[in-house]
């Protein structure tokens, strides 16, 4: 049974930097593309960064530059590096994770593309 779990968010001042980490048990994680979702209240969750099983990566064009997703294979285990963070990035953050077969980088950040989900983790970031 695929597991993620999420950990490493908390509530952080304006400015600040959080990283975040989702620990995959029941698959291995080189063999899969891994994305970081977010949901603000009342609103869609939106994929905003993405990595595949080679390690290459893209970005919500708002994301560039502030957050850096990264993978661990041998810890089996995802990350989001998040800086100079805002208000607007106060949301719950999910990741997810596909096998490599059906990953297809023009729709990464669908959520329909990922058939596995963590639980979230809450980012709150006071101004």
């Known amino acids: 049974q695929v597991q993620l779990v999420e950990s490493g968010g908390g509530s952080v001042q304006a400015g600040g930097s959080l990283k975040l980490s989702c620990v995959a048990s029941g698959v291995t994680v080189s063999g899969y593309c891994m994305a970081w979702f977010r949901q603000a209240p009342g609103k869609e969750r939106e994929g905003i960064a993405y990595?595949?099983?080679?390690?290459?990566?893209t970005y919500v064009d708002s994301m560039k530059g502030r957050f850096t997703i990264s993978r661990d294979n041998a810890k089996n285990t995802l990350y989001l590096q998040m800086a100079s963070l805002v208000p607007e990035d106060s949301a719950m953050y999910y990741c997810a994770a596909e096998i490599t077969s059906r990953c297809h980088r023009s729709s990464w950040s669908r959520n329909r593309t990922y058939t596995h989900w963590g639980q979230g983790t809450q980012v709150a970031v006071s101004s």
């Open positions: 990595i595949d099983s080679l390690r290459g990566t």
